[in-house]
């Protein structure tokens, strides 16, 4: 292959880059290629979990990404192009595909997940050939092929991380590195077509474009007629023919101001505004009611609905709707209303509605009866072992009403006890949570049950092996102690909460001496703490002010002696505050405490000596920091 006659080819004809991505633009640009660009609107959304292979993914995502731009360009007016290229590259490590970071801490994890290890790089590319037959519609063929190049990394300290993630360069590239600039230190070697990993595998692309212009496939070839020579793997598709009404449906739904717009802007560029800028605010346009458009009244569609979907899982749960079924599947609606003792209609819609939350299933659509899927097998079930029973029972008797009074919350910048319970809001916890056995039992299930979920992984976050004695403050049911005894065969673990607390944490331990786990009782904010090698904060600190949070970690920095360890677990928020909004939505309880990132742990954590060895976003409920006392 001569690359000079490839290029050539295109010579005279319009070529269109469905892509932004300066490095894919570089790359065309100095193999000579002349083409326009055009971003595609397609959003990268495939379910991964649909392809058997991940350069599968990378490929059919580029082709949406041609396709998208294919069928747009008529549709505002503008010439049909003859070639249109769609790329696509992610990073595979371990059996996950790694896209572009949404923020610093998922940076981080895509990262160090990379770190001392071998991955692949795959690019997928798309080559979408338009003609128009003699019907004066418009045939188009499907080129598409991958690329995989392998790239191992160094081992990367948890400096070199933060220094590369605080560059700002991981956060526009898939997997979270540019080898072509800063991050390129991190590679130790690259196997196949380095270009393949700054974005675009020109050399494999040349290879197609001579098959295509040298010895083209016939059409009656069908799929893969043109996997010859040593260009593979590719596949050649030739879908429906872009036909007069299939463009005009595609104007209609992409809005018909395109063309006005694109010339108004050419003839009468204000001079106030850059060209970069209409033409940008020319393409949103373009995208309005685009894919991207549905897609998002679908997502705030769902925002509206969402309060709905969580009154239909707590109701389905306080009724006992799913240890019903578990005991008895197979029921209808009737027997479901009559051993729940509620109307038939009223439990005819519930379970419908369960159906549609993947909560329940049916089995029989003519006279349906009801059956537990595995969501609910493994999360709604008392007896689960990851039975989220007790903490959505709280949400819907505690967190439920205190939501219901939002808005007097947001306009007062307080908790609404009072309005929700008709009491007023003394001391956190011994006033409000702990006011009657039965609240404060409920509140404990509530714990109970989140910190059987989120314990295995917060204990296994770090080594903790130089650490033998943990005192759990504020442990509560002794839950997440218990899941630091199973991860840690060598530890003990001592729980510290308020009297109230300890007297009744027995219903949920039956003292068991091989677990390592004693309880002590007592306030943190006066009493002494027990000594330990390791304190562990779980769901603490959130609760307090920073006023109060000094006050508890100056006790803990008493204590501690150099080299005591610190393991504080919270949902940590993102450095510019913008999520996750798990933690965002919980602060809206408006309790006197508040939310932080990791950088505000830390820095709190450091004016006590205590300095942060390791943050783990653990993917589940809470992540974890580890700090050392100096
Ligand atoms: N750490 C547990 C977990 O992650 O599941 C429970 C967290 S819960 C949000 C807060 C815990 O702190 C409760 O068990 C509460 O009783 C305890 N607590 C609150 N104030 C306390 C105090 N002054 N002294 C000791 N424990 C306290």
Known sequence: MVMNPVISKLAGKLVVLASSSPRRLEILRNAGMRFEVVPSCFKETLDKRLFKAPQEYAVETAKQKALEVTRR????????????????????????????????????????????????VFTGVAIVLCHENENEEVDYQIV??????????????????????????????????????????????????????????????CKQLDIIYNCPPSSSDGQHGSCHGDAAP?????????????????????????????????????LTTSRGQLINE??????????????????????????????????????????????????DAAQVA????????????????????????????????????????RFLLSDARWSLLGHIAHYNDTVWPLFHHLDSAVKEGNHQHHKAF???????????????????????KAMHSLAKVSGRAVATAFDLSAFKTACDLGGCTGAMASEFTKAHPEMCVTVFDLPSVVEMSQHFHPPCAE????????????????????????????????????????????VCTPGCGLLLSEIFLNENRTGPSRGLLQALSMSEGRQRSAGEYGLLLKSHAFITTGIKQTDNLLDAMLCVKV
């Open 515 to 558: 677990d390592r786990v004693t309880f002590v009782s007592g306030d943190f904010f006066k009493d002494d703490l027990p000594k330990a090698d390791l304190y562990i904060l779980a769901r603490i600190l959130h609760d307090w002010s920073d006023e109060k949070v000094h006050i508890l970690l100056g006790r803990i920095a008493d």
């Open 422 to 444: 008709g009491k007023k809001c003394g001391v956190l916890f011994q006033d409000t949570i702990y006011s009657s056995e039965e609240i404060q039992l409920k509140f404990m």
């Open 282 to 331: 020319i393409h949103q346009r373009e995208c309005e009611d685009s894919e991207e458009a549905r897609e998002d009244l679908q997502r705030i569609i769902q925002l509206i609905d969402g309060f709905k979907a969580s009154k239909a899982l707590f109701t389905a749960s306080s009724l006992g709707i799913f240890d019903l079924l578990q005991r008895k599947p197979a029921l």
């Open 73 to 120: 360009m008529p549709c505002n007016h503008r010439k049909m192009p003859d070639i249109v290229i769609g790329a696509d590259t992610i990073v595979t490590v371990d059996g996950m595909i790694l896209e572009k970071p949404r923020d610093k801490q998922d940076a981080y994890r895509m990262l160090s997940s990379l770190s001392g290890k071998e991955h692949s």
């Open 338 to 377: 009559h051993e729940l003792k509620t109307s038939i209609k009223g439990m005819q819609c519930l379970l419908e509605a369960c159906v549609s939350l993947n909560l329940l299933k049916t089995q029989n659509c003519e006279a349906p009866v009801y059956e537990n899927t595995d969501l609910a097998k």
């Open 234 to 270: 590719c596949s050649v598709s030739t879908p429906p023919p872009l036909t007069p009404s299939a463009t005009h449906t595609a104007q209609t739904a992409c809005g018909e101001s395109g063309h006005a717009e694109v010339r108004h802007s050419e003839e009468t560029l204000p």
């Open 144 to 205: 598409d092929f991958y690329e995989e190049t392998k790239v191992k990394f160094a081992d990367l300290s948890e400096d070199m991380l933060w220094e590369y993630i605080d560059s700002g360069e991981p956060m526009d590239k898939a997997g979270g590195y540019g080898i072509q600039a800063l991050g390129g230190m991190l590679v130790e070697y690259v196997h196949g077509d380095f270009l393949n990993v700054v974005g675009f595998p020109l050399n494999h692309f």
